[in-house]
């Protein structure tokens, strides 16, 4: 009776604590922290992702409990909210906000404040922040805020914690109000611009309770050495610095640090401009086990300073001009952190030597050396390091053959790159590998001529590259099967064949497909239009693109089927990849009208159909597609006249090739409204008229340089996430033959009208645009002069007026032009001298033929020119006068005179003759002079 009793009890008091239980639970939320929290919901866009995150949230009976609200924690004794975190849900990083409201204050209890990746899209912080003093967190990063930067948090004397980074906010005028949070012992503050405050350390060393300070992208200055010697940080916690993406350029940095030897752990000094060699002080700092210094300018053989870090973890020195043999480098780490060192990155330096043993290295996981000068052979004994996840060798000069025994222990083996060496890998044919890799980068690596049969048991990997291997061979059926993860797969420059034969896998999961210059044939598979990024240039396949159709997906954002023997029709359901960015079909046999829906694709940057049988105009749904930089449609069929909405509509055009199609009419002077212009060619077409006057407002040809040798597009998905980077080739006639251009295409600036039935003179207005290295207008009907100020275009290399009507004299200012390697005037009417100068006198005479008046070297010499060009070091000579001319004078004195006086010596009567009209002729004489004189008198 006395148990029944006692267990009647425990039921009643268990219901009555249920029932307090109930009671507390549905009020313990006050109504003005309920409302606040309410008016900050309605701060934020209300999408599908803010309905999943706010799913709880409400003014219904059943959600009158904000403490019960999703990211909301309240205390358990007063049932006052203290903490609101919406940065741990998965759709967090989706939300967008307006603003965060001013009801917000009403949360005076709250400690934790976490909004962290919520867009805010330039919003200033709100004034009352800095009211809610009770704040011990607070976490606003990556929200994009913008205007000023919140000063007024420095009224939050009680954080611990403060993260304003990843913002959008103007330049921070001073850092008076940090010192007051001397509480903190985490701060960060990166991308805000504190390029003026140049006293930003002496401001750190006050807060003394910091361990980790993250200030990266702020533009830092390098702080003055005084600054380092004084006001030393009175923490002697500070464990993790982070000063990344900075201007800092002097070892004053490393002076402050070595305050912290007992207690830094983590150093990130990276993409920076440090300079010289790495600083013996950074040797004392016992404590370090990260070290990140990549992307500086720091040099030197053997840095000394880390023989002493025994703690040392992570060593990154990638992108740095460090130098010396690599086997000296692994020398001087230390012994003692042999069981501790796990990544080694010195990749893009200059190291160079063989690779050594590095068995000792017991803990390393990854070995980064990538883009070094490393040469000799890879040893086996680096298949003995059992801990080995990564391993980087590529870009090197590494020879010699790599079997499995390179390989026999390294079970946790993830990414191989050992890409682009002279390596060959000579696996038995049954060998099975210990690994399963993720990354695989082998390109350039021989291992043909069959297909690799060891990746048929790699059945996790990502990425796979094995172009340029050597392999002949068919594709084996079992291939596709092992790529369900993968993400990125090349097999190109190799000469694969048969490709598609029996091709049913599903493509879902592919991003990026490169299977350029093989020799695949036949017809392209349905499922293969599901990629992303979809390269099958340079091989023999044929039939039409007709399985773009049967895509589900349409996520196609590349596209390169140039260089196969693809014919037909383009079909109407190009209009549905709205995330197509480039689209090559050149070289092909595609036929018929270029359909008008590929102007709904507004993404599209690159248009390449050139040297295919398009007929028909240019659609004018094309000027929809006002992000198009390149339009390549030279040699089809094309006709009609040149669209004035070319220039109207497309300004970021910077490639435009009309040639050889049937184009006619004038040149719509709409086209100078191509600002960006870098390459414009209509050559071999029937355009006529005038070359338009307003040419010179074609900007980029109007300046010289170009702010990149390459013209590269940024590729991204449907969600907006970067992917590649894709960069734009242009083939076209450069100095009378065809040529290609990738690397240097921002630098050819060149307009190219040859080959039409142009008429009048050449604008003088042509001069402007200094830019130019290419400019060819022959093969027209041009009539005019040169203009007088040619010399103006010191940029140019080539120039082509041949096959004109063009007269007058070749101006003197064109000899002025020093980079003119390639000059045609020929088959005009030009006349005079050719300007004397050490550029048009080095030509080859077939640049000036055909202009009959024309003269003066390298052609004959002017008429009116009677000196002649004598060298230097001989005097000059008369060449009229010579040996013969000295004979001749003297038989002609001989005869003369033996003629007149022999005469008279040997004839009497002649002699007699002669004496008597000599007195006469002397009688004659004596009568006039008196005669005159005479007269005078």
Same mark, same amino acid.
């Given at each position: 009776?006395?148990g029944i009793?006692v ?8 219901h ?23 008016a ?16 709880s ?9 904000c403490?019960?609200w ?5 205390d ?7 903490q ?35 867009d805010?899209?330039?919003s ?11 704040l011990?967190y607070l976490d606003?990063s ?10 007024q ?15 959008e906010?103007?330049n ?12 903190l012992t985490?701060?960060?503050?990166s991308?805000a ?6 006293y930003?350390l ?17 533009n830092l200055?390098?702080?003055p050495v005084?600054s ?10 500070l464990s ?10 002097t070892?004053?940095i ?15 000094? #990276?993409? $920076?401009? =440090?300079? /010289?060699? %790495? @600083?013996?002080?950074l &040797?004392? *700092? +016992?404590? !370090? ?8 300018q720091?040099?030197?053989a ?5 023989s ?6 992570s ?8 130098s010396?043999q690599?086997s ?11 069981n ?14 063989s690779l ?13 050396? #990538?883009? $070094?000068? =490393?040469s /000799?052979? %890879? @040893?086996?004994?680096? &298949?003995? *390091? +059992?801990? !080995?996840e ?24 993830r ?12 696996f ?14 082998l ?20 990425h ?17 099967g ?8 090349s ?18 999961n ?6 350029s ?37 349409m ?6 089927l ?6 037909g ?12 960015v ?24 690159t248009?390449?159909l050139?040297?295919?049988?398009f ?10 597609c006002?992000?198009?930089q ?16 070319l220039?109207?509509s ?9 040639f ?5 009419g ?5 086209l100078?409204g ?16 005038t ?7 074609l ?7 170009y702010?990149?040798?390459?013209l590269q ?11 590649d980077?894709y ?5 076209f006639?450069?100095k ?5 251009y990738r ?6 600036k ?8 142009l ?15 290419s400019l ?17 275009l010191q940029s ?11 007269d ?10 020093d980079?003119?390697?390639f ?16 550029q048009?006198q080095s030509?080859d ?5 055909g ?29 009229l006068?010579?040996?013969g001319?000295?004979?001749?004078m003297?038989?002609g004195?001989?005869?003369?005179f033996?003629g007149?006086?022999?005469?008279l010596?040997f004839i ?12 006469v ?5 004596y009568?006039?002079v ?8």
């Amino acid at each position: 009776m006395g148990g029944i009793m006692v267990l009647l009890l425990l039921i009643i008091t268990l219901h009555v604590n249920l029932g307090h239980g109930d009671a507390n639970m549905t009020m313990r939320c006050t109504e003005k922290e309920r409302e606040a929290l309410l008016a900050f919901k309605q701060g934020l866009i209300m999408d599908e992702y803010s309905q999943v995150i706010f799913s709880s949230w409400g003014t219904e009976a059943a959600k009158q409990d904000c403490c019960r609200w999703k990211g909301v924690s309240c205390d358990n004794q007063t049932g006052h909210v203290v903490q609101l975190d919406l940065r741990d849900h998965y759709y967090s990083s989706l939300l967008q906000g307006t603003m965060i409201s001013p009801k917000l204050i009403e949360l005076k209890h709250l400690e934790y404040l976490y909004l962290s990746w919520i867009d805010y899209s330039g919003s200033p912080v709100p004034y009352f922040i800095g009211s809610l003093t009770n704040l011990r967190y607070l976490d606003l990063s990556m929200c994009k805020f913008g205007g000023t930067f919140p000063i007024q948090i420095g009224n939050l004397t009680n954080l611990q914690h403060l993260d304003l980074g990843g913002n959008e906010f103007g330049n921070v005028e001073n850092l008076n109000w940090l010192p007051r949070l001397s509480s903190l012992t985490y701060l960060d503050l990166s991308l805000a611009n504190l390029s003026n405050i140049f006293y930003w350390l002496e401001a750190v060393n006050k807060l003394p309770k910091l361990t980790t300070l993250e200030l990266d992208g702020c533009n830092l200055p390098s702080p003055p050495v005084r600054s380092t010697l004084s006001n030393i940080n009175s923490s002697k916690s500070l464990s993790s610095i982070s000063l990344s993406g900075n201007r800092l350029s002097t070892s004053s940095i490393f002076l402050w640090m070595s305050n912290f030897n007992t207690s830094l752990f983590f150093v990130d000094l #990276s993409f $920076n401009n =440090l300079t /010289g060699s %790495i @600083p013996d002080v950074l &040797g004392n *700092m +016992s404590s !370090l086990a990260s070290v990140a210094l990549y992307e500086n300018q720091l040099e030197g053989a053997e840095p000394h300073s880390f023989s002493r870090l025994c703690s040392l973890q992570s060593l990154i020195l990638n992108s740095n001009n460090l130098s010396g043999q690599f086997s000296k480098f692994v020398q001087i780490l230390p012994t003692c952190a042999q069981n501790s060192l796990e990544n080694l990155w010195l990749a893009k330096n200059q190291l160079a030597g063989s690779l050594p043993d590095l068995t000792n290295f017991l803990a390393l996981k990854e070995l980064y050396i #990538s883009s $070094n000068q =490393l040469s /000799g052979r %890879i @040893p086996e004994s680096i &298949g003995q *390091m +059992s801990k !080995l996840e990564l391993i980087d060798l590529g870009m090197n000069a590494l020879e010699g053959v790599i079997s499995d025994s390179h390989f026999s222990k390294l079970s946790k083996l993830r990414q191989l790159d050992l890409s682009y060496n002279s390596v060959v890998l000579n696996f038995h044919s049954n060998w099975t590998p210990p690994f399963q890799l993720d990354y695989i980068s082998l390109g350039s690596c021989k291992m043909g001529p069959y297909f690799p049969k060891w990746l048929q048991s790699q059945n996790e990997y990502s990425h796979l590259d094995i172009s340029n291997a050597g392999i002949v061979d068919t594709l084996p059926s079992w291939f596709w099967g092992t790529t369900r993860n993968v993400r990125f797969v090349s097999l190109s420059h190799n000469q694969i064949g048969e490709m598609f034969t029996n091709f049913t896998l599903d493509f879902a999961n592919y991003i990026e497909v490169h299977l350029s210059s093989n020799e695949i044939e036949g017809q392209i598979p349905a499922t293969l239009s599901e990629a992303t990024y979809l390269d099958l240039s340079n091989n023999n396949i044929s039939g039409s693109i007709s399985f773009l159709c049967a895509s589900a997906t349409m996520s196609l954002n590349f596209l390169n089927l140039s260089y196969n023997n693809l014919s037909g029709e383009l079909p109407e359901c190009l209009t549905h990849f709205y995330d197509l960015v480039v689209l090559d079909l050149s070289y092909n046999a595609f036929s018929g009208e270029i359909p008008s829906t590929i102007g709904s694709l507004y993404h599209m940057i690159t248009l390449k159909l050139r040297s295919n049988r398009f007929v028909g105009e240019l659609p004018s749904s094309f000027k929809n597609c006002t992000s198009l930089q390149v339009i390549d449609v030279g040699n089809n069929k094309l006709s009609g006249r040149i669209p004035k909405w070319l220039g109207a509509s497309l300004h970021n055009l910077v490639i435009l090739m009309l040639f050889s199609n049937n184009f006619n009419g004038s040149m719509p002077s709409e086209l100078c409204g191509l600002t960006n212009i870098l390459n414009l060619d209509v050559s071999a077409n029937n355009i006529s008229g005038t070359i338009p006057k307003c040419l010179n407002n074609l900007t980029v040809l109007a300046h010289k340089g170009y702010s990149s040798p390459t013209l590269q597009h940024l590729l991204q998905n449907s969600h907006g996430y970067a992917m590649d980077t894709y960069m734009d080739d242009a083939t076209f006639i450069w100095k009378g033959s065809m040529h290609s251009y990738r690397n240097i295409l921002g630098l050819v600036k060149r307009i190219d009208f040859s080959s039409n039935r142009l008429t009048g003179k050449i604008p003088s207005e042509i001069t402007d645009l200094v830019g130019l290295v290419s400019l060819n207008l022959s093969r027209n009907r041009l009539t005019g002069e040169i203009p007088a100020k040619i010399g103006e275009l010191q940029s140019l290399d080539a120039l082509d007026l041949s096959r004109n009507q063009i007269d007058g004299r070749i101006p003197m200012s064109l000899a002025r032009i020093d980079r003119l390697s390639f000059l045609d005037l020929s088959y005009n009417n030009f006349i005079g001298r050719i300007p004397t100068g050490t550029q048009l006198q080095s030509f080859d005479p077939s640049v000036y033929a055909g202009n009959r008046q024309l003269c003066g070297p390298p052609l004959q010499m002017c008429g009116n020119q009677q000196e002649t060009l004598i060298p230097s070091n001989e005097e000059e000579k008369d060449d009229l006068i010579t040996w013969g001319f000295y004979v001749s004078m003297g038989l002609g004195f001989i005869v003369g005179f033996w003629g007149v006086c022999g005469s008279l010596i040997f004839i009497r009567p002649w002699r007699y003759s002669y004496f008597r009209f000599l007195n006469v002729l002397n009688d004659w004489f004596y009568v006039r002079v008196i005669s005159i004189k005479r007269h005078f008198n």
